[in-house]
């Protein structure tokens, strides 16, 4: 299966994202998502099935397929369809606004231009407002009622053609007086046009975290090349043409164009764009930088270590992407009422009018009653509700260093009632620290130096922390030195004594005190020991103190030793503790415990990716070079264990807006469609209202950028 991630263009409401969903899933695509909040629409498409058909088939229903640089995927004669006149709805408003606002003047009192309240100048005024409304609402209506899927222009394009011909009539029978309302028409497409552009704009800006790591994706490079003379020389190139291998040149004040790994010098780096964390790093020679993050103090050279959607930062908006297209479980019933709500407005559209002519005796207010049901009915509301939400939330927990792999992830936040923690590089650093030390024979300087020089040539972590820490220029030269697997080193000096600096293996047969990490023998006596210990990370108290605060339990659940974890447990206050567990135990006790009650996990993402998979939320805890991890729904960005309580906020704080944007949504056509039906309100503010509605949500949705959530 490959998955395959396309923007369309012409959806306007929930409506078309469901009938383009069907269409996929008719087509035996898999695991389709369509979200018409930003035009996304992500399938597996297996290549049996060619994507020549499908696209052909989404512009059949009355879409159009773009790839993300927004060209056309496929059909090249559509590219020049998107440089017509009037292509976009701001361009439709203004050219159909003069010859609406001159339709309308006749309507203000006191005003009376003659030669402007006759019929057929109206007609004339309105013809091309008709024509322009047609090409597109009446375009994109027939379209999906022939595909036997109707959506909102349907409702649109018969209220403003049964206004039109209505009037049409009137003036071919010379009965204009009694059936003029050619103003009717226009209006309702004039305003709809803008209300159409309005929304655009409001989900344009729910989108503006998102966008702002698009744009870091295309910059231009100093890209290094040699000459026969292997002269070095500098070219601007943009980097989307850059390739693995590749040779870069970055300044100070300089965004890193693309993935790559530091060749030669350092640089203080700003990796707020992916991380969240706007504190430079330092950076040196073999470490990775970000594309997008940002070089404030140094120069380097690199090497470029990754393209395309290889890299950090497409992997980040791919994700976040994926994680919109998510239907979270609030959504489906507004689903459920979209795909049947065009249906039944047009039946109370129908219903209204036979039951006002027969009420009132009079055919032209019953019809005016009936379109004003048309054009007031708003189905995008209830399914923008949802998505607006979610790419607010979504985006600014990306902005934060937050990444969520689904929707149903942010949604859930609201039901978490315990978190169980990982010990090792999530509540503390991974960086073993010296704690204590003993020499038994020798003064604390030499043992030092007998130490570093041994564990200077081991990989091992704590081996590193120790050299780390006791570095010294004047070391020991060992006539041999070794490794041995599963002990630790041992060494030999000129005078033919024979070191150790290892594991209690190493000592069992000298001493029962098992409690020390690192154990130093020379000639097979105890020379001394050395204790190590994790840092514990300076945020982990206030995280913990935080989630206590909202009633939520916390659970320390390691590997590490019963009398570590306790410790650990006691300084930060957490409420249970469970010591030396396997990843198989680990796994268990996650599955006994989200079997009891919504559980989150926090986790490094490797070691616990059984228990993040089986857990109600999965966080793992990685670095930008690790979000790719498959057991974890949600990803804090650079060891932020910082940003849970910000991920737990904005998940309820998200959840919380969609219930008020769905509220709004249902209680707008509850109330709105029978007002209309009563005659409470005209075709013309009716079309106003409804374009409205959508802003409101989108208006209440952007909220979320600046809402407080912790």
């Known amino acids: 299966m490959e998955k395959v991630q396309w923007k369309v263009d012409g959806m306007d409401c929930n409506t078309c994202a469901l009938n383009i969903h069907k269409y996929l899933e008719k087509q035996g695509l898999k695991n389709v998502k369509v979200n018409f909040a930003t035009g996304d629409v992500l399938f597996e498409s297996d290549t049996a099935i060619a ?6 088939g989404i512009q059949n229903l009355g879409y159009k397929v773009v790839d993300q640089d927004t060209h056309e995927h496929v059909h090249s004669h559509d590219k020049a369809g998107s440089l017509k006149f009037l292509s976009t709805h701001l361009l439709r408003f203004w050219f159909c606004l003069p010859f609406t606002i001159l339709l309308m003047l006749h309507m203000l009192p006191g005003l009376h231009i003659h030669w402007l309240m006759n ?7 309105t013809i091309p407002v008709y024509l322009v409304g047609m090409s597109f609402f009446g375009k994109s209506a027939w379209k999906s009622i022939r595909n036997g899927m109707p959506n909102m222009n349907v409702l649109i394009a018969i209220g403003a053609t049964a206004a039109f011909f209505y009037s049409l009539y009137g003036s071919m029978t010379g009965q204009a007086d009694k059936y003029m309302f050619y103003e009717t028409a226009a209006t309702i497409i004039t305003l709809v046009f803008l209300g159409n ?5 409001s989900i344009a800006s729910t989108q503006k975290a998102l966008n ?4 870091s994706q295309k910059v231009m490079a100093n890209m290094i090349a040699f000459d026969d003379e292997h002269k070095e020389h500098i070219f601007q190139v943009e980097n989307t043409q850059l390739k693995v291998g590749d040779l870069l040149l970055i300044k100070s004040g300089e965004q890193v164009p693309i993935d790559c790994k530091i060749l030669w010098g350092d640089a203080q780096v700003n990796e707020a764009i992916v991380t969240g964390e706007s504190a430079p790093l330092r950076k040196i020679a073999k470490e990775k930088l970000i594309g997008g993050s940002l070089i404030s103090d140094g120069t380097i050279k690199a090497q470029v270590t990754a393209v395309g959607n290889d890299t950090v930062l497409s992997g980040i908006i791919n994700m976040v992407k994926q994680a919109q297209g998510e239907k979270p479980p609030m959504q ?6 979209s795909a049947i709500f065009i249906p039944v407005v047009l039946g109370i559209a129908a219903v209204t009018l036979i039951v006002n002519w027969i009420v009132l005796n009079d055919f032209t207010p019953a019809l005016m009653r009936s379109i004003a049901v048309l054009v007031i009915a708003c189905p995008c509301a209830m399914g923008l509700a949802t998505p607006a939400a979610i790419a607010v939330g979504l985006g600014r927990a990306a902005r934060t260093g937050i990444l969520f792999r689904n929707a149903t992830s942010l949604e859930a936040f609201k039901d978490i009632r315990q978190v169980v923690f990982d010990k090792t590089g999530t509540l503390t650093t991974g960086k073993f620290v010296i704690g204590d030390f003993n020499s038994i024979v020798e003064e604390e300087a030499t043992f030092k130096k007998i130490v570093y020089s041994i564990e200077k040539f081991s990989n091992h972590p704590i081996a590193k922390s120790i050299t780390t820490e006791w570095k010294t220029k004047d070391e020991i030269r060992w006539k041999k030195i070794e490794e041995v697997k599963g002990l630790g080193m041992k060494a030999e000096d000129m005078e033919g004594n024979t070191w150790w600096a290892g594991s209690f293996k190493v000592a069992e047969k000298l001493t029962d005190d098992d409690s020390h990490n690192v154990y130093i023998l020379k000639n097979n006596v105890l020379f001394g020991w050395i204790d190590v210990k994790d840092e514990i990370r300076p945020e982990a108290k206030s995280v913990i103190d935080y989630l206590h605060g909202k009633k939520i339990e916390t659970i320390l659940l390691s590997g590490d030793r019963l009398a570590n974890c306790r410790q650990l447990g006691a300084v930060l206050g957490i409420d249970t503790v469970f010591a030396e ?4 135990q680990k796994l268990n006790k996650i599955t006994e415990l989200s079997a009891l009650v919504p559980t989150a996990m926090v986790g490094d993402g490797i070691n616990d990716a059984p228990a993040l998979a089986k857990a109600t939320i999965g966080i793992s805890m990685n670095d930008a070079s690790q979000i790719a991890m498959q057991s974890a729904q949600v990803v804090l960005m650079n060891h932020g264990l910082k940003n849970l309580p910000a991920a737990l906020g904005l998940g309820k704080h998200t959840y919380i807006t969609i219930k008020q ?18 005659g409470f309100l005209t075709p013309t503010f009716g079309a106003l209202v409804m374009g409205m509605s959508d802003v409101v949500l989108a208006i209440n949705s952007v909220r979320l950028f600046i809402k407080k959530v912790v």
């Open 51 to 56: 994507e020549e058909k499908i696209n052909k």
């Open 119 to 125: 019929d057929w100048v109206q007609l004339a005024l």
């Open 197 to 201: 552009y309005l929304e655009e704009s």
């Open 212 to 215: 702002k790591l698009a744009k």
């Open 332 to 337: 489906l019933l507004a689903d459920r009422i």
């Open 581 to 584: 567990q396997t990843p198989a």
């Open 661 to 678: 944007n769905l509220f709004w949504a249902f209680a707008y056509n509850i109330v709105a469609i029978p007002v209309a039906a009563f």
